[in-house]
């Protein structure tokens, strides 16, 4: 169980384009869905979290018109970098938490890498 | 000073030997302390969840809390070339919403 999808996998994009990230929890009802974003050999940066129909929350330095989120429903949430640039390529992960109380546990999807060239 | 600090290593030890991992943390408040592993390349995978102090054990994997000196470890036993990745701690305050995460031990088990 808890298991979570994402897609696509791998997108390679031109400079100035925008991409989609699909997140998905196959098995579970997500209330809290989050998004990070990995450098090589780096840990994870948390971008932003989002609760099925509000609006993310987003960690300080990260741009809310660059990286769109939405939660529409409890076992869906998408990612859109509008106008991507080289400087956005990175390997994109997101996960998922179920349950009213928050309990620590996250459930991780196997990651995006997007290079936009 | 980060609230998480964890050694990024790189770790490496013989296959068969027992590992230790170790993260330490400046927020008393915290109550949910996780590892994961994550494979290079791969999304991060829950290993042990341990809910304020004491011991969880769960075949190989062995997590420990001691809060009273903000110190968390994670125990492998028979290492084994598959345990090759790297291993994050993460923590959690009660109601936070979120958890703070450790830069990752990166760990390499030899043949």
């Known amino acids: 169980g808890a298991v979570v999808s994402q897609h696509p996998s791998r997108v390679i994009c031109k400079s100035g384009t925008s991409v989609k990230i699909e997140c998905r929890s196959l098995?579970?009802?997500?209330?809290?869905m989050f998004w990070y974003r990995q450098f090589p050999k780096q840990s994870l940066m948390l971008m932003a979290t989002s609760n099925e129909g509000s609006k993310a929350t987003y960690e300080q330095g990260v741009e809310k018109d660059k990286f769109l989120i939405n939660h529409a429903s409890l076992t869906l949430s998408t990612l859109t970098v509008t106008s991507a640039h080289p400087e956005d390529s990175s390997f994109y992960i997101c996960?998922?938490?179920?349950?009213?109380?928050?309990?620590?546990?996250?459930?991780f999807g196997p990651g995006t890498r997007l290079t936009v060239l | 000073q980060k609230e998480v600090e964890q050694d990024p290593g790189p770790l490496s030890v013989p296959e068969g030997a027992i590992v230790s991992l170790n993260c330490t943390y400046s927020?008393?408040?915290?109550?949910?302390f996780m590892w994961y592993r994550q494979y290079s390349r791969k999304g991060p995978e829950l290993l042990m969840y341990?809910?304020?102090?004491g011991n969880k054990e769960d075949g190989r994997f062995t997590a420990q809390v001691d809060k009273s000196s903000k110190y968390i470890s994670l125990f492998i036993r028979d290492s084994q070339p598959s345990d090759s990745a790297t291993y994050l701690c993460a923590m959690s305050r009660a109601n936070a919403g979120k958890s703070t995460f450790g830069d990752g031990t990166t760990l390499t088990v030899k043949p």
């Open positions: 927020n008393s408040a915290f109550q949910y």
């Open positions: 341990t809910y304020s102090s």
């Open positions: 098995d579970f009802q997500a209330t809290t």
């Open positions: 996960s998922a938490s179920f349950g009213t109380k928050w309990s620590g546990e996250q459930f």
